[in-house]
């Protein structure tokens, strides 16, 4: 049984187009967490959710938003894409003391 | 928020104890210090968390000194497996505080 899994893991869209990214998580977590990682590999926070409130939202542009239908998922929608949205997106997940966090396996997303 | 250092990469031959430092010069009294590994193409993976002296687990110990200004991950004997990023966190796990990653340290492993 995956404990966080994402789909797609492949997304090739071209600018300006709207895509959505899926997390599902049974490890039974409160809080869910979306992240970019850029090709030089940093690892940047963009949202928390903890029993379907936001929690954390760092400055992402508002093309990104969040969305909970329940607390097993955290669903990434981006509207008209651009070409710096280019890079992996990876959805975790936590208890409330959220050091230890799980990772789903990324989504590469590629804007042409 | 507390930002952290760490050197870009390192080397290292199998059987060696590997030690990787973190420097958070301004971390806050309520943040903790966590570890995570990552492989190429997969999701960061717990490693170990830490507030202060010292901390082991069955993968690697975590040292961090009076002053919580810097912490050293030590991976005990790696082996080629052990080839991946390992990045530095630190924040506070009982708010919901933003907390911050690291720039990760690409570990090699040579035979």
């Known amino acids: 049984d995956t404990a966080v899994s994402q789909t797609p893991k492949y997304l090739v869209t071209q600018m300006g187009n709207d895509k959505s990214i899926k997390c599902e998580q049974n490890l039974g977590h409160d809080t869910m967490y979306w992240y970019k990682q850029d090709s030089k590999k940093f690892l940047k926070i963009m949202f928390s959710?903890?029993?379907?409130?936001?929690?954390i939202n760092e400055t992402v542009p508002n093309r990104f938003s969040p969305k909970s239908p329940d607390k097993a998922h955290l669903n990434l929608h981006i509207n008209s894409l651009e070409l710096g949205d280019s890079a992996v997106y990876f959805c975790a997940s936590s208890k409330r003391d959220h050091y230890e966090q799980y990772f789903g396996p990324g989504t590469r997303l590629t804007v042409t | 928020l507390a930002k952290t250092t760490q050197p870009i990469s390192m080397d290292s031959y199998e059987g060696q104890e590997v030690n990787i430092t973190c420097s958070h010069n301004n971390i806050a009294t309520n943040d903790y210090i966590t570890w995570y590994q990552q492989f190429p193409s997969q999701g960061p993976r717990f490693i170990i968390q830490g507030y202060k002296t010292k901390v082991t687990n069955e993968v690697a110990s975590l040292f961090i000194p009076a002053d919580r200004k810097s912490s050293t991950l030590s991976l005990p004997r790696v082996s080629l497996s052990d080839t991946a990023v390992y990045y530095c966190l630190v924040g506070d796990p009982y708010n919901f505080n933003k907390f911050y990653f690291g720039s990760g340290t690409k570990l090699n492993v040579k035979p």
């Open positions: 959710y903890n029993n379907k409130e936001l929690i």
